[in-house]
């Protein structure tokens, strides 16, 4: 039985061994470095991301409970048993209202339909408060076990405001506060037209330079959006020029020649400075005062006529 020889080729090259561990092992040797040139120990680290990692978990539990209604149901049964616990509102208290409608305030403060003490919320109460005009501002806060207290801070009434047939209340700011009628207005001057309230400011500046009239002033109107006639207890109207500058000269001007002449009071009816280079004068017709009042009037008006030709020269 013949042989046969089997001829085997030569083995194939070993593969150079792969350098995986190798590789891995300088990455981790420069995380370590890093991680060892750091000002802090791996330990803290190592809690710092326990930290983030349980923080970021808790964000999202609460993300979710949020979404879903689960954090309302929870604040709404603890208010519910804050409430069944006797710990609910019952008064009201209101601190510094003097002039306010103190009912107002009740209803105001008891709008909101969870009555637990735990359910109030605060800040919409104060916000509901701060749209009553009288309001300037307020606090509120709980008072266990059953009263919310109030602390206002009030508007102080500083003028009447006439439009449209209506009066109102404003205070320096020209802040509405509320209606009131021709019986039972109250002795403050009078501001008559559109967006007359918001230059009350204005107004109170300009009788600043002039003080010994204020106490004279019956009323102001707001002409044409950009002056002021002003009309005095004794009757007389005063037209100022344009121009806050310009009108604050006319008037002191104004309250000047009347300490020197004494000009109101004396049957003018109208006194025109809105000319800078004039000062015109309003008497009445004959008939309509008597003699002794025009001539006084005329007379007024000669004083004028020979302070301002003593002024010019």
């Known amino acids: ?102 009912l107002k305030v009740y209803d105001i403060a008891l709008a909101q339909k969870d009555r637990s003490m735990a359910a109030v919320d605060l800040e919409d109460v104060r916000h509901d408060l701060m749209q009553y005009g009288w309001i300037k501002d307020a606090r509120v806060s709980r008072r266990l076990p059953d009263t919310l207290v109030v602390d206002i801070v ?44 918001q230059r009350a400011q204005d107004l109170e500046r300009l009788l600043a330079e002039a003080s010994s009239l204020k106490e004279l002033l019956a009323g102001a109107t707001w002409v044409g959006n950009r002056r002021w006639d002003l009309r005095f ?33 004396r049957g003018i009816l109208r006194f025109d400075m809105r000319d800078p280079s004039r ?3 309003r008497l009445p017709h004959e008939g309509q005062v008597a003699p002794t009042k025009l001539e006084d009037a005329r007379d007024a008006v000669d004083a004028v006529a020979a302070a301002s030709s003593a002024e010019k020269g």
């Open 1 to 102: 039985m013949s042989s046969t020889k089997i001829k085997r080729g030569k083995a194939p090259p070993r593969r150079p061994a792969r350098t995986t561990k190798k590789r891995r092992s300088v990455r981790t040797s420069r995380l370590n470095a890093v991680i060892n040139a750091l000002p802090v120990s791996p330990q803290q680290l190592q809690r710092v991301a326990n930290w983030t990692i349980g923080l970021g978990l808790a964000a999202m539990v609460a993300l979710v409970a949020h979404a879903t209604g689960v954090t309302a149901k929870i604040h709404e049964e603890y208010a519910q048993a804050v409430g069944r616990a006797g710990f609910m509102v019952k008064k009201v208290e209101v601190v510094g209202a003097d002039r306010i409608d103190r």
């Open 154 to 197: 009030e508007r102080s009434p500083a003028a009447i405001w006439q439009h449209n047939n209506r009066l109102s209340l404003i205070d320096e700011k020209g802040v509405v506060l509320e209606p009131v009628s021709v019986a039972t207005m109250p002795d403050l001057p009078l501001v008559i037209g559109p967006r007359a309230n």
């Open 233 to 265: 207890r004794s009757g007389e109207t005063l037209s100022l020029p344009e121009g806050e500058s310009e009108a604050k000269a006319a008037l002191a001007r104004f309250a000047h020649m009347d300490g020197a002449n004494r000009l109101l009071g």
């Open 279 to 281: 000062f015109v004068l």
